[in-house]
């Protein structure tokens, strides 16, 4: 049986430094491989567009750009990348801004090696990826908001209820309407859809809220 290619890594990021380190941890992987780096906002959309790679790390304070600006341009270009935030920032706003925006990640600069790479390999897997100490950080964030606290509250339809399962998942649109049977376009709809009854803005918040009603409704 053919081994699987290794995941692809595109690291954005404005301290040289820092990005040696990955770098050299990514090289260590046989999991990942390297394939740019870029040193500001501009240079990472450049190259992530035209190198289409797996998965880009990106910083999200930056001189030239915001890293949540690149992370919206990305997006709005279409780009099947997973995005991951890799940041100093423990800040609320910060992680609630990259969510809202489409981020499928959000780790801290100070996580542990090993623990940097494990995660990196869930990411490139389909989950979301949140620092261990922000995920409470996340959720006392999303019980101050006003929205349902189960999915039945929501009123979600059986089909909008069955793809809140799969993001959950970290599926992307296609591999929701590929296990579903369904046009890709018909997933955007319903995502649009369960997003506005959830009162909520991005795939990743509607997951983490979906995940928390399962383990509270565990016995």
């Given at each position: 049986?053919?081994?699987?290619?290794p995941?692809?890594?595109?690291?954005v990021d404005?301290h040289?430094?820092?990005?040696?380190?990955?770098?050299?941890?990514?090289?260590?992987?046989?999991?990942f491989r390297?394939?740019g780096?870029a040193p500001s906002?501009?240079e990472?959309?450049?190259?992530?567009?035209?190198l289409?790679?797996?998965?880009?790390l990106?910083?999200l304070?930056?001189?030239d750009m915001?890293?949540?600006?690149?992370?919206r341009?990305?997006?709005?270009a279409?780009?099947?990348s997973?995005i991951?935030?890799?940041t100093?920032?423990?800040?609320?706003?910060?992680?609630?801004a990259a969510?809202?925006a489409?981020?499928?990640?959000y780790?801290l600069?100070?996580?542990?090696?090993?623990d940097?790479m494990?995660q990196?390999?869930?990411?490139?897997?389909?989950?979301?990826t949140?620092?261990?100490?922000?995920?409470?950080?996340?959720?006392?964030?999303l019980?101050?908001?006003?929205r349902?606290?189960t999915?039945?509250?929501?009123?979600?339809?059986?089909?909008?209820?069955?793809?809140l399962?799969?993001l959950?998942d970290g599926k992307?649109?296609?591999?929701i309407?590929?296990?579903?049977?369904?046009?890709?376009?018909t997933?955007?709809?319903h995502v649009?859809h369960l997003l506005k009854?959830?009162?909520?803005?991005?795939?990743?918040?509607a997951?983490?809220?979906?995940d928390?009603?399962?383990?509270?409704?565990?016995?």
């Open positions: 049986m053919q081994a699987a290619s995941h692809t890594i595109l690291i404005d040289p430094l820092f990005r040696k380190g990955v770098i050299q941890l990514i090289q260590a992987d046989p999991e390297f394939v780096e906002g501009r990472g959309i450049e190259l992530a567009q035209r289409q790679p797996d998965m880009i990106l910083d304070n930056m001189k915001d890293g949540v600006e690149v992370l341009t990305l997006k709005e279409g780009l099947d997973r991951i935030m890799l100093v920032s423990d800040q609320a706003e910060d992680l609630i969510l809202q489409g981020a499928d990640g780790l600069k100070d996580t542990e090696p090993e940097l494990q990196l390999a869930e990411a490139a897997r389909g989950k979301i949140i620092s261990e100490r922000l995920t409470q950080l996340l959720v006392v964030s019980r101050e908001k006003s349902p606290v999915p039945s509250e929501a009123g979600l339809t059986e089909q909008e209820s069955r793809i399962e799969h959950v992307s649109n296609k591999l309407a590929r296990d579903m049977g369904i046009a890709e376009g997933v955007k709809v649009k009854k959830l009162n909520l803005r991005s795939r990743v918040e997951a983490v809220w979906a928390r009603c399962r383990r509270q409704a565990k016995p």
